[in-house]
């Protein structure tokens, strides 16, 4: 009868996973004023010191390369890169911020495979992305040419892709072509919506899921990492061993 008076359960919060066992990010805007990403010095230092409290030991940077928007060149995300290094260790951070991409699926792109002008995640993966409101007609020739350099094609956050929604067998048929996937950390934090969380869940309960990245773009991005890092999902995709970032240095 004093049931009324029961306390009513707390859900279980776990505390935030140490990012050490995820090991490297290959995912992030670190390099400013080059896209949408940091807009200075200081605030990338921001972004490298949350990521290193956060327990990741190593850092990819991958801005965008996108046509009419971030026509980024290797060499001006390789500058980037050393002068960001330069100031860190001004700062007396000891990352070491190593230069990637972030290649949006587009002519652009083809000439840059085409002439084998790329920057490699730990030279081998390539990071690509869709447009989020397009889906590509024919995405794989050019895949099939970036294997044929001897690299691997790596999509960034395919659950965040809403032409895939209710039509899984598109991602299922990339991944037959040899194509890797990357999501993003703040999709387990229900940052982008529960459409995306739940096609980021999906990826995992599928064993699709390679690599983890946090896709930092500004401060505010730390607090849903720190979100995400509490996810039980998370959890157990770093236990299951299968997260190819572990290997990275
Ligand atoms: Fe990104």
Redo the contacts with the bound molecule.
Sequence with gaps: MFGFFKKKEKPIVLPPLDAKLIGADI?S?LIPGIDDGATSLEDSLALVKGLQNFGFTSFYT?PHVMLDFYNNSSEKIKCGTEDLNHYLKQQNISAEIKPSA?YYFDENFIKRVETNDLLPIANEFILFEFSYINEPENPFPLIHKIKDLGYKPLL?HPERYPFYYGREEGLKKLREHGVYFQINLNSLAGHYGPAVHQMADWLIDENLVDFVGT?IHKKSHLDVIERALRSEKLLRLVESGRLMNQGLK
């Design positions: 995912h805007h991958t972030e960034a896709d």
